[in-house]
């Protein structure tokens, strides 16, 4: 499966290093927190779903790293920035083993079907 994203090329120079940086640090941070820990929740102040997430790894006895970025009402062009990395258009975004396994829908099925603890399992 491709995504589609604008080439560089199709960038006016004078722009390409604002659209390279814009936001820049927020990414660096989910990138260090996926690299560093096993599951990490992305989500924020508010949003119910990031704390379903979070309940049910609780719940499971799985040990998460969870990031919060504002809320409804701030750091929205913020959070845009990692909607734009991951292509994931809502919150939360959890990661298992470095790999966007969705939010918390997909988080609970991947539990339900055992993939969850094989995912945790592979090295």
Known sequence: MSRSILEEARLHPAIREHVATLHADIVAEVQRAV???AVVVVGMA???FPKRARRALDRAGIGHFDLD???YFSQWRR????????GWPTFPMVFVRGQLVGGAQELEKLMASGELQRLLQAA
């Open 35 to 37: 690299a560093a820990h």
């Open 46 to 48: 508010q949003n119910p």
């Open 69 to 71: 970025y504002g809320s």
């Open 79 to 86: 959070r845009n920035a990692l909607k734009m990395w991951t």
